[in-house]
């Protein structure tokens, strides 16, 4: 069975944090995602509000780095959770567990914060650190790798003794 979803949307408000009685962490923030296509009638895209639950570290680092209006990319895995109202109705809730949650802007397009492009998923606090802050740097020059500049990508290999080697 696979149960795997990925989402992009801006936060609708800030993340809420809370801990369970047992001291875990548990963070649940909203997603507007806008839909690909546009309604036939108004010419305008539809949104979808999502609600997210992100646990432990993961929920610690959307808490402490997201904000309203953040775009963010979400994986994980959709639940469909029963429950009661206060009026002892019977209702149904469908929402994202966040395995990973990523930035999606730029430290430009977000608040401020910076591009930390950071991933706290179920290995706890670990995570990895890609991208830091700022721009990217420029890729090294092709000479650097042994490829001979010009127009042709190509070299002759000098130690090719013709042998397959298989």
Do not use: C
């Not at 190509?154 to 090719?160: K, T």
Request: aromatic content about 10%; charged content about 25%; glycine content about 14%.
């Amino acid at each position: 069975m696979l149960n795997h979803i990925v989402i992009m949307g801006r936060l609708a408000r800030d993340p809420e944090l809370r801990h369970t009685q047992s001291g875990t962490p548990v963070a649940t923030f909203t997603l507007a995602v806008d839909r690909d296509f546009k309604d036939k009638n108004t010419g305008e895209r539809q949104t979808d509000w999502i609600d997210v639950v992100a646990w432990r570290g993961t929920g610690e680092f959307v808490s402490r780095y997201f904000s309203r209006g953040r775009m963010a990319v979400v994986e994980g895995r959709l639940q469909i959770r029963d429950w009661t109202d206060k009026e002892g109705n019977k209702r149904r809730s469908a929402e994202v567990v966040a395995d990973s949650v990523y930035f999606g802007d730029s430290k430009r397009d977000g608040d401020g914060q910076g591009n930390y492009n950071s991933s706290y998923g179920n290995s706890g606090y670990g995570g990895q650190q890609g991208g830091g802050y700022g721009r990217p740097a420029a890729p090294a020059p092709a000479a650097d790798y042994g490829i001979p500049s010009g127009g042709d990508q190509f070299a002759e290999l000098a130690d090719d003794d013709g042998d397959l080697p298989f």
